[in-house]
């Protein structure tokens, strides 16, 4: 007969999932145990709950399969929520679990005690609590509730103490009770009429592409779309990879650097086309002229229409919907080629670091150059993300991972360790400023205990950028509050066993570049560059 634990590993291991991560408590050693007599499932040991989830998150994007990941009461579920968040607002399909208290104690007032399913509440798709008697029935439902359309997190609740309770005879194999994908129907006449209707009456349209797409897994019929009507598309910055940056149509992406040089094609547009456009990044009003919007996704448009003046939603499958769209007949589009090319080239150049430079410009550009097409990179929050936003060659979706729903700091560590766990032949990169790598720098622990082959690369200004720019924008003391002033200056060899390597100009940056890839284990590059090149590149007007 299983008990409880060893039901928990095995239905977990029977959907699909690889690995839990999470910090041990007193309860969760059974589980951890469990873990351990399973085969094809295991536990990793982490330094912080938020990493737990942060990998978790990463996990579910990756593989498809929901990531897992486990924390004790009270302080541990609160850490764990930062991870959680993020893979409610970033759209990833996760499954955490916490301890909670017996049901003679759930309502006391116990050390460490708080309610945890309000916590998890407003981040969650569903939370629940469980028992011995339901525990395998409530991990099925929970799975399948993670996939539905929008993918976002579950929270399950622990009694302390059922672990070792016998839950009755094994079963050869586990059915897995995912919900079943919504039928949609396909797209009523009377809105084809009216996308007609915009379509031929718009010359200049634009394709928003948007995190939904990448799920949808529709890069191919997007860019059939974009070559039979000639139209532009910009992206939002989740979901790169979608179109190819040497593409003609290519216009850039939204919200990131040199926003208003992307903003001079589409100011122009007459028609939006949002194609799995998720204004958790980034919302419609805040970019769009006041045009008509045609919204293709799962859901409805979430717009102010005080500020667009008409909006046509379609509910449904994108792909569906992209097939009835490349069915249509209608003039090719009037934008002007050579314009946008030159647009582009412009876009590109600022891009460009300056000959003998050393600034996050030369940083990315000379990392491009060595990462492998096939590579992952990780970003972490910052003035640099809106830099790799916009600069980064991406050949396909999730070859470049961030958080840019939840947006928080600290992502990168976590993001590139779950990444190479789940994809150990593939050379993987976390870039970071020096305030996202002192909130995880624990975590190079991590690393070095699971010897994980990673370049890490922290991008050190001594400074706050991006809040030191918005300062700066309000003509505030734009020192007061956002200096760091940790580098030393004798040079750290090691952090927990990781070596390091400082670099602080181009020629030894390239020479640490090569070694590090060369390395067979984790690795720290510490660029020491001048921030000031942010300025005049990043929270450009959007409008």
Known sequence: MLNVAQQFAHTLKEIGVRFVF??????????????????GIDFILVGHEA?????????????????????TFGPGATNLTTGVGGAFL?????LAFTDEMTDELLNRTVQMNINHQQLFFPITKWTTRVTAENFGEIILKAAGIVHAETPGPVHIGVPAGIGLRKVGEARSTIDYLRLEKKRWSPIVAGQIDKITVLLKKSKKPVLAVGLSAVRAGVKDLLIQLAD???????????????????????????????????????????????????PVEFNYEDWMPNVPLIHFDSKEAD???????????????????????????????????????????????KLRPEAGSFGPLAVIDELRTILPQEGILTVDVGAHLHLIGQQWQTPEPQKLLMTNGWSSMGFAIPAALAAKLCHPDLPVVAVMGDGGFLMTVGELATAKRLNLKIVFIVIYDNSLSLIRIKQS????????????????????????????????DQKSYKEALKYAFEFDGPIVIEAVIDGSEYDELVLKSNK
């Open 473 to 504: 924008k309000k003509d505030f003391d734009n020192s007061y509050g956002t200096e760091l002033n940790e580098l030393p200056e004798e040079p750290t060899n090691h952090y927990f066993g990781v070596p390091v390597i400082r670099v602080t």
């Open 303 to 349: 717009v102010d229409t005080s500020q667009i003046c008409e909006v046509l939603n379609v509910v449904g499958s994108i792909e569906n919907s992209l097939e009835e769209l490349l069915k249509m007949e209608m003039p090719v589009k009037k934008w002007e080629l050579e314009m946008l090319q030159e647009r582009k080239s412009r876009l590109s150049q």
């Open 228 to 278: 039979k009507f000639q139209i532009p598309v910009v992206l939002t910055p989740m979901a790169k990879g979608m179109f190819p940056e040497n593409h003609p149509l290519y216009a850039g992406v939204l919200f990131h650097a040199l926003s208003d040089s992307v903003a001079e094609t589409y100011r122009q547009a007459e028609l939006v086309l949002g194609l799995g456009y998720d």
């Open 51 to 71: 990493t737990a989830a942060v990998m978790a998150d990463v996990c579910g994007r990756l593989t498809g399969v929901s990531g897992v990941c486990f924390a």
């Open 22 to 39: 999470g910090v041990p408590s007193g309860n969760m050693i059974d589980y951890i145990e469990a873990l351990r007599q399973e085969n």
């Open 90 to 94: 970033d759209r990833s399909p996760l």
